[in-house]
């Protein structure tokens, strides 16, 4: 079966430092990966998407960047964080559904 | 009009009780529809999927879609303590659009 990992879990970070998200698949090849946001009372918000290695589409504005450096693993940096940097971030995976992973709760202060 | 619309709650509910949750959407191009169990500090669990109107039976959980109308209901059968979460739809193509969620708190 097919299962995400993210690490770290949760980080606190302050406000200008760089910031590096890892996510892992595993049991599927050539996923389409997803990296979402939740905030507080803000519902999902879709980040970056990737059909492939080194294929990467951006759906919002932000001082985020994402790679794809093999198949299965998906990266989401930042060179300077903000404070409205902070948040749950959650990576994902498609077969047809949606398959999340636990989250990285990032905190910047 | 938002894209996809969810009351936020909270619903408090009985253990036992039936409980239904709810999503409108504006957008008629959508054709798959999930519903997601979130745990507090925890990653959204998929729960239903479905791409055609009707419904769909899994367990004590029921997902519902009335593409006409644009509303999909998730309806939890003898609610038990365990269900106490945020629920959050989820629907689009290529691109999921998800509703700000419904916090639910079955009560023994």
């Known amino acids: 079966s097919q299962t995400i990992h993210q690490w770290p879990a949760t980080l606190v970070q302050p406000v200008g430092s760089p910031l590096s998200l890892e996510c892992t698949v595993e049991?599927?090849?050539?996923?389409?990966l997803y990296w979402y946001r939740q905030a507080a009372g803000r519902g999902l918000q879709l980040l970056f998407y990737?059909?492939?290695?080194?294929?990467i589409s951006s759906e919002v504005p932000q001082n985020l960047s994402a790679s794809r450096p093999q198949d299965r693993q998906f990266i989401l940096s930042s060179k300077k964080l903000l404070l409205s940097d902070s948040g749950f971030y959650l990576c994902?995976?498609?077969?047809?559904?949606?398959?999340f992973g636990e989250g990285s709760r990032l905190t910047v202060l | 009009q938002k894209e996809v619309e969810q009351d936020p709650g909270p619903l408090s509910v009985p253990e036992g009780a039936i409980v239904s949750l709810n999503c409108t959407y504006s957008n008629s191009a959508f054709q798959y529809f999930m519903w997601y169990r979130q745990y507090s500090r925890k990653g959204p669990e998929l729960l239903m999927y479905?791409?055609?109107?009707g419904n769909k039976e899994d367990g004590r959980f029921t997902a519902q879609v009335d593409k006409s109308s644009k509303y999909i209901s998730l309806f939890i059968r003898d609610s038990q303590p365990s269900d106490s979460a945020t629920y959050l739809c989820a629907m689009g193509n290529y691109k999921l659009t998800f509703g700000k969620g419904t916090l639910l708190t079955v009560n023994p």
């Open positions: 049991g599927t090849s050539n996923p389409n």
């Open positions: 479905t791409y055609s109107s």
């Open positions: 994902a995976w498609r077969g047809g559904e949606l398959f």
């Open positions: 990737s059909v492939g290695i080194g294929q």
